[in-house]
Protein backbone atom coordinates (compact mmCIF):
# COMPACT_ATOMS: atom_id res chain seq x y z
CA UNK A 1 0.00 0.00 0.00
CA UNK A 2 3.31 2.22 1.15
CA UNK A 3 4.74 1.92 -2.42
CA UNK A 4 1.68 2.78 -4.73
CA UNK A 5 1.51 5.51 -2.43
CA UNK A 6 4.91 6.82 -2.91
CA UNK A 7 4.60 5.92 -6.45
CA UNK A 8 2.03 8.14 -6.84
CA UNK A 9 3.54 11.41 -4.78
CA UNK A 10 6.62 10.85 -7.02
CA UNK A 11 4.21 10.21 -9.87
CA UNK A 12 2.50 13.97 -9.62
CA UNK A 13 5.28 15.53 -8.38
CA UNK A 14 7.25 14.97 -11.85
CA UNK A 15 3.80 16.30 -13.44
CA UNK A 16 3.79 19.48 -11.60
CA UNK A 17 7.33 19.92 -12.68
CA UNK A 18 6.17 19.87 -16.31
CA UNK A 19 3.06 21.96 -15.74
CA UNK A 20 5.43 24.73 -15.22
CA UNK A 21 4.20 28.63 -16.30
CA UNK A 22 5.37 30.19 -19.47
CA UNK A 23 6.87 33.43 -17.69
CA UNK A 24 8.64 33.86 -14.53
CA UNK A 25 6.53 34.05 -11.36
CA UNK A 26 8.73 36.43 -9.89
CA UNK A 27 8.25 38.91 -12.76
CA UNK A 28 4.42 38.51 -12.89
CA UNK A 29 4.35 39.22 -8.98
CA UNK A 30 6.26 42.22 -9.58
CA UNK A 31 4.61 43.83 -12.27
CA UNK A 32 0.56 42.68 -10.40
CA UNK A 33 2.48 44.70 -7.26
CA UNK A 34 3.56 47.66 -9.27
CA UNK A 35 0.39 47.88 -10.71
CA UNK A 36 -1.41 47.92 -7.53
CA UNK A 37 0.88 50.71 -5.49
CA UNK A 38 0.18 52.95 -8.85
CA UNK A 39 -3.85 52.78 -8.74
CA UNK A 40 -3.20 53.47 -5.38
CA UNK A 41 -2.49 56.96 -6.65
CA UNK A 42 -4.09 56.79 -10.34
CA UNK A 43 -7.73 55.57 -9.55
CA UNK A 44 -8.30 58.48 -7.11
CA UNK A 45 -6.70 61.01 -9.03
CA UNK A 46 -8.89 59.88 -12.53
CA UNK A 47 -11.97 59.45 -10.22
CA UNK A 48 -11.44 63.31 -9.38
CA UNK A 49 -10.46 64.55 -12.61
CA UNK A 50 -13.65 62.51 -14.26
CA UNK A 51 -15.92 64.04 -11.47
CA UNK A 52 -14.54 67.75 -12.07
CA UNK A 53 -14.39 67.03 -16.02
CA UNK A 54 -18.09 66.17 -15.59
CA UNK A 55 -19.42 68.92 -13.53
CA UNK A 56 -17.83 71.29 -15.75
CA UNK A 57 -19.63 69.89 -18.81
CA UNK A 58 -22.65 70.62 -17.14
CA UNK A 59 -21.78 74.00 -16.51
CA UNK A 60 -21.04 74.46 -20.36
CA UNK A 61 -24.27 72.80 -21.15
CA UNK A 62 -26.22 75.16 -18.83
CA UNK A 63 -23.95 78.15 -19.98
CA UNK A 64 -24.45 77.36 -23.76
CA UNK A 65 -28.33 76.93 -23.36
CA UNK A 66 -28.19 73.48 -24.12
CA UNK A 67 -25.61 72.81 -26.44
CA UNK A 68 -24.60 69.58 -26.58
CA UNK A 69 -21.83 69.09 -28.42
CA UNK A 70 -20.37 71.28 -26.11
CA UNK A 71 -20.66 69.68 -23.44
CA UNK A 72 -19.83 66.32 -25.01
CA UNK A 73 -16.56 68.04 -25.99
CA UNK A 74 -15.81 68.75 -22.09
CA UNK A 75 -16.62 65.25 -20.93
CA UNK A 76 -15.97 62.73 -23.52
CA UNK A 77 -11.84 63.85 -22.82
CA UNK A 78 -12.14 63.92 -19.08
CA UNK A 79 -14.82 60.92 -18.26
CA UNK A 80 -13.00 58.95 -21.48
CA UNK A 81 -9.64 56.76 -20.90
CA UNK A 82 -8.48 54.19 -18.55
CA UNK A 83 -9.27 54.24 -14.70
CA UNK A 84 -7.55 50.99 -13.67
CA UNK A 85 -3.90 50.56 -14.76
CA UNK A 86 -3.25 46.97 -15.04
CA UNK A 87 0.62 44.94 -15.66
CA UNK A 88 -0.12 44.70 -19.03
CA UNK A 89 -0.01 48.53 -19.20
CA UNK A 90 2.97 48.74 -17.17
CA UNK A 91 5.09 45.83 -19.37
CA UNK A 92 3.99 48.40 -22.33
CA UNK A 93 1.88 46.16 -24.06
CA UNK A 94 -1.16 48.24 -23.54
CA UNK A 95 -1.96 52.00 -23.42
CA UNK A 96 -2.46 54.03 -20.67
CA UNK A 97 -5.09 56.82 -21.65
CA UNK A 98 -5.37 59.85 -18.42
CA UNK A 99 -7.54 61.26 -20.89
CA UNK A 100 -10.26 60.30 -23.11
CA UNK A 101 -11.15 60.53 -27.17
CA UNK A 102 -11.04 63.82 -28.38
CA UNK A 103 -14.62 65.27 -29.51
CA UNK A 104 -14.74 68.22 -32.17
CA UNK A 105 -17.85 70.06 -31.71
CA UNK A 106 -19.64 70.83 -35.02
CA UNK A 107 -22.61 72.72 -35.23
Known sequence: MWKRVTVLVVAVCC????????EDFGTDAAYGSL?????????PAKVV?????????CLV????????????ATWSPSI???????????RGEESVL????????SD
Open 98 to 105: FNGASYSV
Open 49 to 57: YAAIGGLTG
Open 61 to 72: YLVTIGNEGAAI
Open 35 to 43: AVLANVFYM
Open 80 to 90: GGTYVVTPAML
Open 15 to 22: LAQMARAQ
